[in-house]
């Protein structure tokens, strides 16, 4: 005998194909694939969809089933349980990651592009004031969603508006001062908003120097950074008057490690997967490192790092 379950999710599944279509639905994806730290288990369902009335569909129909949800980009900054998700990802990425520009120097993009192809085009345009962002990992939603940084700039000195998905589906768009934009954080985080395009201003200046300036700061970047190691960027975010890198290593934290999840020896505040590592190998390092540096400096450290599955990080 076929269970209700099982009927109510051949149910989803049905409804959520005439929304997306199936060959922009996995199920059962293993979220290792798909995250920069490439750690995680499956996810039951995982769509990549390719317009704003497709989210807002996707959104509205898991809300109907009761069925849990998370968006997410390219998964630079994410670690995710080794028991996977128990619900729906939407991905938003390639599908979802268009760029116009107009003579005035305004950029509209989509949330899925990648920060550095949104850099690229940008400076090919002879547009200034994006350098800084052009080796930041990770998609336009996530960036926008934790006012990204680096090298003096933000997101928000360029962003004007962004265009935003609540939890019931409502489309909203507001302005940069009503984003609350701080130090890696922004009313998306705090009212459960997901990005879903922006519009970002710049000032036209010399192609060659805008070239220039991205190829220096992405030279400090691959020397202090360790880029060829899997990991999801700083893991933690500065604490106000301090450097998170510099008090782990302080801490004699360099290279320290649990399993297969171990500190950067080449910049402190990374923490990389080593050595096939697990959600629990990373979440214990991430902890310990916490208590460790509280322990001798009485600083607790903040993860910036996003978690998607039951972690306990007290």
Same mark, same amino acid.
């Given at each position: 005998?076929?269970?209700?379950?099982?009927?109510?999710?051949?149910?989803?599944?049905?409804?959520?194909?005439?929304?997306?279509?199936?060959?922009?639905?996995?199920?059962?994806?293993?979220?290792?694939?798909?995250?920069?730290?490439?750690?995680?288990?499956?996810?039951?369902? #995982?769509?990549?969809?390719?317009?704003?009335?497709?989210?807002?569909?996707?959104?509205?129909?898991?809300?109907?089933?009761?069925?849990?949800?998370?968006?997410?980009?390219?998964?630079?900054?994410?670690?995710?349980?080794?028991?996977?998700?128990?619900?729906?990802?939407?991905?938003?990425?390639?599908?979802?990651?268009?760029?116009?520009?107009?003579?005035?120097?305004?950029?509209?993009?989509?949330?899925?592009?990648?920060?550095?192809?949104?850099?690229?085009?940008?400076?090919?345009?002879?547009?200034?004031?994006?350098?800084?962002?052009?080796?930041?990992?990770? =998609?336009?939603?996530?960036?926008?969603?934790?006012?990204?940084?680096?090298?003096?700039?933000?997101?928000?000195?360029?962003?004007?508006?962004?265009?935003?998905?609540?939890?019931?589906?409502?489309?909203? =768009?507001?302005?940069?001062?009503?984003?609350?934009?701080?130090?890696?954080?922004?009313?998306?985080?705090?009212?459960?908003?997901?990005?879903?395009?922006?519009? #970002?201003?710049?000032?036209?200046?010399?192609?060659?120097?805008?070239?220039?300036?991205?190829?220096?700061?992405?030279?400090?970047?691959?020397?202090?950074?360790?880029?060829?190691?899997?990991?999801?960027?700083?893991?933690?975010?500065?604490?106000?008057?301090?450097?998170?890198?510099?008090?782990?290593?302080?801490?004699?934290?360099?290279?320290?490690?649990?399993?297969?999840?171990?500190?950067?020896?080449?910049?402190?505040?990374?923490?990389?997967?080593?050595?096939?590592?697990?959600?629990?190998?990373?979440?214990?390092?991430?902890?310990?490192?916490?208590?460790?540096?509280?322990?001798?400096?009485?600083?607790?450290?903040?993860?910036?790092?996003?978690?998607?599955?039951?972690?306990?990080?007290?």
């Amino acid at each position: 005998m076929i269970s209700m379950e099982v009927i109510l999710e051949d149910l989803f599944l049905c409804e959520l194909n005439k929304i997306i279509g199936t060959k922009q639905i996995k199920l059962k994806e293993p979220m290792s694939k798909h995250t920069s730290l490439r750690i995680g288990g499956e996810v039951d369902y #995982m769509v990549m969809p390719s317009s704003i009335d497709e989210i807002k569909k996707v959104v509205l129909l898991c809300k109907n089933h009761d069925m849990p949800y998370y968006i997410m980009g390219n998964g630079s900054n994410l670690l995710v349980s080794d028991l996977g998700y128990r619900g729906l990802i939407v991905k938003l990425c390639e599908q979802f990651s268009s760029i116009s520009l107009d003579e005035d120097g305004i950029v509209r993009a989509q949330a899925g592009v990648l920060m550095s192809k949104l850099s690229s085009v940008i400076a090919r345009n002879d547009l200034a004031g994006f350098e800084f962002a052009a080796g930041i990992p990770g =998609t336009l939603g996530g960036a926008v969603t934790m006012n990204a940084g680096a090298y003096g700039g933000e997101i928000k000195q360029v962003l004007l508006t962004a265009t935003v998905i609540d939890q019931d589906g409502n489309v909203h =768009t507001l302005d940069n001062e009503d984003l609350q934009l701080g130090y890696r954080t922004s009313i998306l985080q705090s009212k459960n908003l997901c990005l879903l395009e922006a519009t #970002m201003k710049f000032v036209k200046g010399d192609r060659q120097e805008i070239l220039d300036k991205i190829h220096d700061l992405n030279s400090k970047r691959v020397s202090k950074q360790p880029l060829d190691k899997y990991s999801a960027g700083s893991t933690f975010k500065r604490p106000e008057g301090y450097f998170a890198g510099k008090l782990i290593a302080d801490a004699g934290l360099k290279g320290y490690q649990i399993g297969g999840a171990a500190v950067s020896e080449k910049h402190c505040g990374f923490l990389i997967n080593k050595n096939n590592a697990t959600a629990m190998d990373f979440m214990t390092l991430i902890k310990e490192v916490i208590r460790i540096v509280e322990d001798k400096f009485g600083v607790r450290l903040e993860p910036e790092v996003k978690f998607l599955g039951t972690f306990d990080i007290s």
